[in-house]
């Protein structure tokens, strides 16, 4: 890794021994790894739906399919954005719920846009909108 920088940071012992156990418990090798993955996530979580160009974001929707004309809306709002669009993935929960995963791709206000409309769809049970990066974005914050 180039260009490096090392950091001191203080933390009381009890919150440092769970972060150690958390990290652990997820795999980590090291603290230091667990700490750059935590700032690239905050980083990519507030400046992604500000951003302008090329942003991704991960879109999910459980809803219920007998709610009257809801999967048609969902369509049609996709549709009406098709460019932001650029895979979704439908999967039948059980007799009644879906889930709708949908990786959107586009200015960050946008995304956030469509993101929220789907999700305040009427009958929506449960959605959330997941920002990742770019290519450009993950690459600046790389050594
Ligand atoms: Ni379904």
Request: net charge neutral.
């Amino acid at each position: 890794m180039a260009d490096l920088t090392r950091v001191s940071i203080s933390l009381e012992s009890t919150l440092l021994s769970e972060f150690d156990k958390h990290i652990a418990g997820k795999g980590y090798d090291t603290r230091s790894e667990a700490i750059r993955d935590l700032i690239r996530e905050l980083l990519v979580r507030d400046t992604s739906r500000k951003a302008e160009g090329d942003q991704v974001a991960v879109v999910t929707l459980v809803y219920d399919h007998h709610a009257r004309e809801l999967a048609a809306r969902l369509i049609d709002k996709q549709h009406h954005h098709h460019e932001l669009v650029i895979s979704s993935m439908h999967v039948h929960l059980g007799e009644r719920h879906c889930l709708e995963v949908s990786i959107l791709r586009g200015a960050g206000k946008e995304v956030t846009h469509l993101g929220n409309a789907l999700i305040a769809t009427k009958g929506v049970l449960h959605g959330e909108i997941t920002f990742t990066s770019g290519e450009k974005g993950l690459n600046k914050w790389r050594s």
